[in-house]
């Protein structure tokens, strides 16, 4: 305290300045400040060097400081705003103001940002408090200030601090008191400023925002409507209670979107304009929404997919030799000519076995592996036993030779199975709802097939229709690609009858448009944690995990088509090649052979015929020369 004293004698720096540096060090450090701006605006001119003395002692404690700062700080966590002020009166706080409203400016009014105000008498804390309560304090914000009381006969002060903060921007200022500091006993009886996690509204209004069809009014056929407005109505009565406030529900016809002038409709529109505290409505987090809203608890994932009709492959199924690796033939093949070389070799040495030339060997062994028998019968054990493994050899490649034409005529097979199968094809057309969500996330998505997919559907402008409901069921039925979310289109789809194509379509996912599913809220939201906590605490009771489940249906479960799909000529085209090859050579061969055993008679032929042509020609020249 002499210290105090002897610094004030010299300095004539008021001495609540002075003595609130101690504390406003401790603070710091108990606070776990990395940074502090100290702002001395306000300050008289003789506390220049005490102000130079706080900032050497904060920098001894590892807090770095900065004086009067006109921009916004790069640090977002730990830091500190210190304000010391003179003796206000009520109507001579224009400078305090200017001041809140400069830090409010550089948005060092959130929740990571502790500020530490010092008035120096009874009189300066009602007037700071009466320009606070005409500011927009926010509900999330750190705001403590603290009085000296001083007697200098004893040489003894404390330091009594209290917490003030807001409800809303428009609503009283509530003061809490934390406690008293002293030198003797230092931040032991000082209790912790309330964090934001821990406040709640006090009974004071909570604005939600919903559409009508939550309250059982229409349904949103080209924007993402919810589908559970009781459990909607649970997390809502949840939120109140947690949250202690009284809830106000404004209903909104359309969820909305973001116009081409870069304007928001609807429920979203109200939520960028802070109309609501928040929108008790599932939104798909996409990029144009995260860059103007926050979205803070993830309820579940989404995508959108395209939704075509299911399509039996017009290609070729080669069901004859697909079978066959050309390893798996080759291995037929040497084991054909190995039994072939084997029989022969055993009718050969073996007395009793009749002789069978190499052409007959490789016939039977052909017969055994096609299994079509053989007329042959082995007459001792060695012909026997080849016989036998050929037989079991053949077993085992016939059956996993039916077993495969068996799964390929049985399993349908999609020609079309991605995006980009779709953009290939010129038989598909291509629709979305026209000035819907979806075609204005095609419009602003960045992914090269999206974009080719949206100038494709716009061209054709007969191709785009006006609800989820009138492109599904055209999807159904036609060679059409209809791109939805996933939400919307499973949901119209469970509700469509069988007659109009609700087990008749199928899903293309777009992985590029996989997002989560939350609650929307105003960019930098004061009541973000609150509202996080709560949706924590929520989950544990089972409450989001059935509207995750409602949120994101399933697609409906249609009992396959019974029976199997009919062979084509087409995808037996290698055995009729086959065959027509065969038949050839069989009849070039029979030519060959017949022309080799009648050689003979063949060249008596030819030579009578060549005769025959060359006397003729010597009797027409021998004519013509008699004529002359």
């Known amino acids: 305290m002499s210290f105090y004293l002897s610094s004030f004698t010299k300095a004539k720096c008021p001495a609540p300045v002075l003595l609130s540096m101690g504390y406003i060090v401790e603070h710091a450090v108990w606070r776990g400040w990395h940074q502090a701006i100290i702002y001395t605006t306000d300050l008289e001119s003789d506390c220049k060097w005490s102000i130079l003395s706080l900032v050497k002692c904060l920098g001894i404690n590892g807090i770095a400081s900065a004086l009067n700062v006109k921009e916004r700080a790069k640090l977002k966590t730990h ?37 530490l105000i010092m008035p120096k008498s009874i009189e300066g804390l009602k007037a700071i408090s009466e320009s606070l309560n005409a500011t ?8 403590v200030e603290f009085q000296i009381q001083m007697n200098l006969h004893n040489a003894y002060f404390n330091v009594y ?7 809303r921007l428009n609503s009283t200022l509530f003061v809490a008191f934390l406690g008293e500091w002293n030198q003797k006993q230092s931040m032991r009886s000082v209790n912790a400023p309330y964090p934001v996690e821990a406040r709640n509204l006090m009974g004071e209004i909570f604005i939600v925002g919903r559409c009508n069809s939550s309250k059982g009014g229409s349904t949103l056929s080209d924007e993402e409507a919810s589908s559970t407005p009781e459990l909607l109505d ?31 409709t609807g429920l979203l529109g109200a939520l960028m304009e802070h109309s609501v505290d928040i929108a008790l409505e599932p939104v798909t987090a996409v990029t144009s929404r995260q860059s103007d809203m926050d979205f803070i608890f993830p309820i579940t994932r989404t995508m959108c997919n395209i939704y075509i009709r299911h399509q039996e492959t017009s290609a070729v199924r080669d069901i004859f030799l697909a079978p066959f690796s050309p390893q798996l033939i080759a291995c037929a093949v040497c084991v054909a000519l190995v039994a072939s070389i084997t029989m022969m070799i055993i009718s050969k040495t073996c007395l009793t076995a009749r002789y069978m030339s190499f052409t007959d060997a490789i016939i039977w062994s052909m017969g055994i592996l096609c299994q079509q028998g053989s007329s042959w019968r082995p007459s001792n054990a060695a012909a026997s036993v080849v016989l036998i493994v050929s037989l079991l050899f053949a077993l085992v490649i016939y059956n996993a030779y039916a077993a495969f034409i068996t799964s390929v005529l049985s399993v349908r097979v999609a020609t079309v199975a991605s995006l980009a199968d779709v953009l290939q094809s010129s038989n598909i057309k291509i629709g979305y709802v026209r000035n819907g ?61 069988q007659a109009r194509g609700r087990c008749a379509l199928r899903e293309l996912p777009v992985l590029s448009t996989r997002a989560q599913v939350a609650f929307p809220l105003p960019s930098g939201s004061p009541y973000a944690r609150p509202v996080l906590i709560s949706l924590l605490q929520l989950r544990s009771g089972g409450i989001l995990a059935r509207l995750e489940a409602a949120l994101v249906p399933s697609m409906p479960q249609c009992e396959p088509s019974s029976g199997f799909a009919s062979a084509r000529a087409a995808d037996v085209k290698t055995a009729l090649f086959v065959i027509l090859t065969g038949y050839v050579i069989a009849i070039l061969i029979g030519i060959a052979e017949y022309s080799w055993e009648n050689r003979k008679g063949i060249k008596r032929h030819l030579r009578r015929r060549w005769r025959q042509i060359f006397n003729s020609k010597d009797h027409i020249v021998n004519k013509n020369s008699s004529l002359q």
């Open 234 to 264: 649970n997390v809502l009565d949840f939120l109140t209670q947690r949250l202690n406030a009284t809830s106000l529900s404004r209903y909104y016809v359309k969820l909305g979107y973001r116009s081409y002038e870069g304007a928001w």
């Open 161 to 167: 601090v209290i917490q003030v903060f807001k409800m």
């Open 136 to 143: 927009n304090v926010r509900f999330d914000q750190n705001i």
């Open 437 to 497: 969500a979806d075609q204005m996330y095609l419009m602003s998505t960045k992914d090269v097939q999206l974009n080719a997919f949206y100038i494709r559907g716009y061209s054709e402008a007969e191709n785009l229709v006006s609800s989820t409901e009138e492109g599904l069921v055209r999807a159904a039925i036609q060679d059409y690609a209809f791109f939805s979310g996933q939400r919307a289109a499973r949901a119209t789809i469970r509700s469509l009858s």
């Open 79 to 115: 830091l500190g705003i210190v304000m010391f002020q003179r003796t206000l009166r009520l109507n001579a706080t224009s400078r305090f103001i200017a001041t809140v409203n400069q830090i409010t400016e550089f948005e060092m009014n959130e929740a990571p940002f502790d500020w």
